[in-house]
DNA sequence: CTAGGGTTAG
């Protein structure tokens, strides 16, 4: 009003337009209205200046109704008018829209410039279209604006969201200027594909050339590079350069170094920033939070953080279930994963593929396959995630054909299996002893599925070779590899040479894990086994020596089973539990069932030179037979019995338990820190080697 | 009068 006063000789439009840019600027709406209804009422029709003014102003306000209402009834529509109506389109996320309207502006023969560009860049990139990018990209340069800063950026923008970082790249590289928001679109480009070394070089890039504001778009691509590289140095360091440019109070800011810090496994930091203020307790902090202590396996503080968060009034979402549903899976926690399925059923994240994706691996990790099914049938378009888990699920119980058979029908219903999709049905044939399929597979998935064989795969295939006790081939296998086994493989190598008792191979792999893994206890004591196995006592103290001499100490082996919502845990020879009498008392009777059905204690194994009526006691209490028998007399006969445990099970426990399961009619479900074995009917889902 | 970049998952 007041420069209506003071320049009362403007032309009245300048003046008006003025006006609604104000109203557009404050989101005044009401008053836009108002200014619009007064115009109308005077009889005049707005020029095209102050009608391409006023949809600006209901863009901006979110009332896309009245912009375009107002855009159809324009009798003369010129250049920014259309432009306009693109951006208002994009900027209430009708990207559909935006482009239609691009391509009438371009069908009424009026050529876009850089703001119509711009938006229709955008457009492209919100529906990673690459073909449509493509197409907009080279009308960017047939126009002369591929390298203007804003078209540049946003072309940027679009191919990496488009997945392709080559054109990106390209075109970033072709900017003669590039300010912040150029170098976020590149860095976060790098950031969403997975390159996070290239975003921190790019970052540093920026840096040296100088002349760049860091601004918190910025900072927060490059914190999400940090997460992703665990680098919590680095992501300290620009913390401290949040602090100093006072931008700790941006939200996001605060989401990405939560996230940042709990990437990077500082549980601390990252609760601390959740905790600094006010903004820090939302969805995406606590989130991040959360999965954070599940990646940490601390369970405890997980659930901790989720309660406390829902105290705080913030309503979970997909990711918070996500991330509490797999920790449910790592803890083989079956009630409460049951409960937040059924808290998930209650809202639309039912459908989200990631959860349903969780759920399904969940439901297997807790023994209920069929309930993974059923999760995975009520998928309605399954994606890639969906099927890798269901694959894996059969992996892991040992269900090969089904495994083979949902790979087929992935690939007939058109996903695209993945090298994971790969490890897990390598996985299912090895457990089920399906070898010729499995090497079929092997041999035949690079032609195929256009997926080059990785150490993983290899891994599978030697441990898939010596289950079946076809140690020579595996030796073949392992000598014609492009690179050495890993970790992985010698391990199941070894095991397998314990099994079928070869000592120079065994030793081979132990050589080998020894080096690559010199803390792990567990190939000192397969290694010292197999000797134990063929009665070289004395290489068996040859190892214990090593072990004493490296200070390898073996882990005591614990274990775990939920009863009525409370963990009880159990170690060997353990008997400080309240209920010790009747838990002896069921393995005795125990023992006598198993013995009926065929049970031979295996002791060849034992690294030690005891008696054999002693060594049969130790077996039968190992922790896990424990915690089996004291959920035998508590639990209702129609639950699975889900036990945990720190260190793998022993071959006996395991040909003990598979028997229980017989002679009890129970499932049993052992998760062990190598793997997971479900036992019925006599029958385990890893095969009949451990 | 019209345009660009940022946080969480298998």
């Known amino acids: 009003m007041k420069l209506v006063k003071s320049q009362p000789w403007r032309n009245p439009d300048t003046v008006l337009a003025q006006l609604i840019q104000s109203c557009a600027r404050t989101r005044n709406l009401d008053r836009g209205k108002q200014l619009h209804a007064h115009l109308v009422a005077s009889g005049a029709t707005p020029s095209t200046f102050v009608a391409n003014h006023l949809i600006s ?69 919100f529906f990673a279209s690459l073909e449509f990018g493509k197409q907009m990209h080279c009308l960017s340069v047939k126009l002369g604006y591929d390298v203007e800063l804003f078209v540049g950026s946003n072309l940027a923008d679009m191919y990496s969201k488009c997945g392709s970082l080559v054109d990106a790249c390209r075109v970033f590289d072709e900017m003669p200027d590039k300010d912040e928001v150029a170098w976020t679109a590149m860095i976060d480009g790098y950031t969403k594909n997975g390159s996070f070394e290239e975003a921190i070089v790019a970052f540093r890039d920026m840096l040296r050339g100088g002349t760049v504001v860091i601004d918190q778009h910025l900072l927060c691509s490059v914190l999400s590079a940090c997460g992703g590289l665990k680098a919590g140095k680095l992501g300290r360091c620009l913390h401290s350069c949040v602090v100093k440019l006072g931008l700790e109070s941006d939200t996001f800011i605060g989401n990405a170094l939560v996230n940042m810090y709990a990437k990077a496994g500082d549980m601390e930091s990252a609760s601390s920033v959740v905790g600094m203020n006010s903004h820090g307790w939302n969805v995406v902090s606590c989130s991040s939070l959360i ?177 079946a006790g076809r140690l020579e081939e595996a030796r073949e296998f392992i000598a014609g590899m492009p690179f050495e086994p890993n970790a992985y493989g010698w391990c199941s190598l070894l095991g397998a040479c314990r099994t079928h008792g070869e000592k120079e191979l065994g030793e081979l792999a132990a050589e080998k894990l020894m080096k690559l893994e010199p803390e792990n206890s567990g190939i000192h004591i397969l290694l010292s086994s197999i000797y134990a196995s063929m009665g070289q006592w004395e290489d068996v103290k040859a190892v214990r020596k090593l072990m004493r001499d490296s200070r390898v100490k073996k882990l005591p082996g614990f274990s775990w089973v939920d009863v009525n919502n409370k963990t009880h845990m159990f170690g060997a020879e353990d008997w400080s539990h309240p209920q010790k009498e009747e838990i002896y008392e069921k393995l005795e009777e125990l023992m006598v069932k198993i013995r009926k059905a065929g049970y031979v204690p295996f002791t060849g194994s034992m690294p030690c030179n005891l008696e054999e009526s002693l060594k049969e006691r130790l077996l039968h209490h190992h922790s896990e037979r424990i915690a089996v028998a004291f959920a035998l007399i508590s639990m209702p006969a129609t639950k699975p019995i889900i036990v945990k445990k720190n260190l793998r099970v022993c071959v006996d426990c395991h040909s003990a338990i598979k028997l229980i399961s017989k002679v009890e009619g129970r499932e049993i479900i052992v998760r062990d820190n190598a793997r997971f074995h479900h036992f019925a009917d006599g029958m385990c889902s890893c095969g009949d080697y451990w």
């Open 291 to 467: 999965d954070g202590y599940v990646e940490m396996d601390q369970i405890e503080e997980a659930s901790r953080a989720y309660i406390s968060s829902r105290r705080q009034g913030i309503e979970p979402n997909e990711f918070t279930f996500s991330s509490m549903i797999k920790a449910c899976a790592s803890q083989a926690a079956l009630e409460q994963g049951i409960q937040l399925h059924a808290q998930v059923m209650k809202t639309s994240f039912v459908r989200d593929l990631f959860v349903s994706s969780t759920l399904i691996d969940m439901y297997g990790k807790c023994g209920l396959l069929n309930s993974s099914i059923q999760v995975f049938d009520e998928i309605q378009h399954p994606s890639d995630i969906s099927w890798n888990s269901i694959v894996g699920v059969f992996a892991q119980h040992g269900r090969g054909k089904e495994a083979v058979r949902a790979l087929n029908r992935m690939i007939s219903r058109g996903n695209k299996p993945n090298h994971i999709t790969f490890v897990s049905l390598l996985m299912a044939c090895s457990h089920a002893g399906l070898v010729e399929e499995g090497l079929e597979y092997f041999y035949s998935m690079n032609k195929t599925c256009d997926i080059e064989p990785r150490e993983e795969h290899y891994a599978c295939v030697i441990d898939m070779l010596g289950r």
């Open 57 to 125: 102003m209901y863009a901006k306000c979110g009332d896309l109704y009245h912009a375009i209402a107002l855009f159809d009834r324009m009798p003369q529509r010129n250049l920014v008018t259309w432009t306009a109506m693109i951006s208002s389109f994009s900027q209430n996320n009708k990207f559909g829209d935006a482009l239609r309207t691009f391509s009438s502006m371009c069908a009424a023969g009026i050529k876009p410039t850089q703001f119509a560009l711009s938006s229709a860049i955008q457009a492209s990139a």
